[in-house]
C-alpha cells in the first residue's frame, strides 16, 4: 500500500510543478481545443441543418412514449411506491428458475434467485443514477441553455424531460434484465450487456458485439467528459468567483486538489458510491431548491410572467442569435439530454446493481430522474435566472456568455449572479453547492465509466487503476480548459452514446413490453 501511495503522489508531482507555471490554464485549453473541436464536428453531423443526434433522441422518445401508452403519466404513482417500498415483498417470494435470466458462463446455482441478486437497494440505485444526472447541468447548463436560447429554451427543455422519461424506463428495464452477475455477487450492468446478450438472442451477435465495444468506448468518454471535466470546470469556475483567484494556473490547482478528493472516494465501488449519494444528493437537492424556491416565491407576482415569457418565447423567440423555433428547440433539447442523460443508457449501470427479481421495477423507479432531474430541478433554476433577468441585468442569445454589470458571466457564474440578487452570501451557499453536485456525479460517472472499461479490458485491478488515474486526469483538464472546449466535448461524447444504445433499445423493446406485463401481475394484490 505504501509503494501505491508513492506512486499515486508521483503520478501527481509532475501536474503540481506544471500548475505553477504562467499561463498553465491556457496552456491545458489550447492544446485540448481540437480535440473537442473534433468531436463536436463529427458526433454533430447534421441533417436538413439538424443534429441527427437529437432527432434520433426526440423521436425515440416519442416512439416509447406513445408504445408504452405514456408510461411517464400512467405509472408515475407505482414508480413513487416502488421506491418507498411498498412492493417490496414481491422481491422477496421464491422465484423459479424459467424467471431468471440466465447467464451465459455463470452456474445457475450461484442466481437461483434473482430477486437477491444486486447490490443496492430502488433507492440507493435512483439516487446513485440521480446523482451521475443531477449535477451542474441543472446549474450551468440551464444558465447556458438561457444565455443561449432565451427564456424559451426552457419549455423545450420541460418537453425533453418528459419524452425522456419513457426512453429512461426503458433503458434501465433492460439493465437489470440482461445484467452479469460476478462468482462473488458484483453486478456488471448497461447498455454494453444488453446491446451483446439481446441481440445475440435474436441471432444478430455480431452486431450486438460491435455496437456493445462502441457504446463502451463512447461511455469512458462520457465518464471523461460530461460526468468529470464538465463538473470539474463549473466548480472551479464558482471556487475561482468566490476566492477571488486570478492566476492563470489556478485552475490547474483546483483540479489537482478535486482530483485527490475524487481519487479518494471512487476507490469503495458500487456500494460506497451509494452509501454516500443516498445521503448526500437528497440533501444538497432539497437545499437548492429550498434556495430556488425562497427566490422564487419572493417573487411571487413576477411568476406567472416568468411562464408567460418561456411560454412565449418557445414558439416566438426573440433572443439574439437563436433565430427560429428550431433554434430556441434545439438548444433546450440538447441542453436537457445534457442534463438527464435520457437515451444515452449511462443510468441504466447504476439502475443494474439494484435487488429485484423483476426488471421492469427497476425501469419505473428511473423514470423518476428526468422527472426530477429536468421538470423540476431544470425549471427551478430557470425561473431564478428569469426573474432575475426582469432586471435587464444582461441580454438573451450570443455565445453562451453575458455581460453583466461590465463583467463577462458564464454558466454557473450567471447563476450565481441570479443568487446574489436575493439571498446574502449566497455565493458561498451556491459555491458548496456547485462542489457537491460536481462531486457526486463525478464519484457516480467514476463507475459508470469503469464498468465500461470493465467490459472492454477485463476486471483487473491493473485495468482499473489505470481507468481510475485517467479519470483523475480528466478534472484536472476540465478544471483549467474553457468551459466552451469542454462543455463541446463532454456534449458529444454524451450524445455519441445515443448512437449505439437505440440499436439496443429498438431490438429489445418487445422485452420490456413483456417485463412490464409481469412486474404489473406480480404487485396487482399489494394493497
Known sequence: ?????????????????????????????????????FFSAVIFFPVFGVPFVLILLVMSALFFTLYFGFPNIRYFGKAINVVRGKYDEVDHHGVE?????????????????????????????????????????????????????GPGATF?????????????????????????????GTVYGG?????????????????????AAMFAVFCIGGSFGG???????????????????????????????????VGIIIIGGIKRIAQVTEKVVPFM??????????????????????????????????????GSLIGVLLVGFKRAAFSNEAGAGSASIAHSAVKTKYSASEGLVALLEPFIDTVVICTMTALVIVIFNFGGFFEYGGEGSVMINGVAYEGAGITSMAFAQYIPYSNVFLTVAVVLFAVSTMISWSYYGLQSWKFLFGRGKTADMVYKLLFLTFIIIGAAASMKSIWAFSDAMIFAMVFPNMVGLFFLFPVVKKELGRYLSAIKEVK
Open 191 to 211: 447498455p454494453m450487456y444488453y446491446i451483446s446478450k439481446g441481440l445475440k438472442e435474436r441471432g444478430y451477435t455480431v452486431l450486438g458485439k460491435i455496437a
Open 97 to 149: 428458475k424459467s424467471d431468471v435470466n440466465i447467464i451465459d458462463g455463470d452456474i445457475v446455482d450461484t442466481i437461483e434467485d434473482e430477486s437477491r441478486e444486486g447490490e443496492v437497494t430502488h433507492f440507493q440505485a435512483l439516487a446513485t443514477a440521480v446523482s451521475g444526472t443531477v449535477g451542474n447541468g441543472n446549474i450551468a447548463g440551464v444558465a447556458l441553455a438561457i444565455a443561449l436560447g
Open 227 to 261: 460526468g468529470n471535466a464538465a463538473q470539474s470546470n463549473q466548480a472551479t469556475i464558482v471556487i475561482k468567483e468566490l476566492m477571488g483567484l486570478t492566476s492563470s494556473s489556478a485552475g490547474a490547482i483546483i483540479g489537482i486538489v478535486l482530483a485527490i478528493l
Open 1 to 37: 500500500m505504501k509503494y501505491k501511495l508513492l506512486a499515486f503522489l508521483a503520478l501527481f508531482s509532475p501536474l503540481v510543478s506544471m500548475a505553477q507555471e504562467v499561463g498553465m490554464d491556457q496552456k491545458i485549453d489550447q492544446a485540448f481545443k481540437p480535440v473537442s473541436d
Open 285 to 322: 437537492a432539497v437545499m437548492y431548491l429550498i434556495a430556488c424556491l425562497y427566490i422564487i416565491l419572493s417573487n411571487f407576482s413576477l411568476i406567472d410572467d416568468a411562464f408567460g415569457l418561456i411560454l412565449s418565447e418557445a414558439f416566438n423567440p426573440t433572443a439574439i442569435g437563436v
Open 156 to 184: 423545450w427543455m420541460i418537453i425533453c424531460g418528459l419524452l425522456g422519461m419513457s426512453s429512461k424506463f426503458v433503458e434501465c428495464t433492460l439493465g437489470v434484465q440482461y445484467r452479469d452477475v460476478g462468482e462473488d
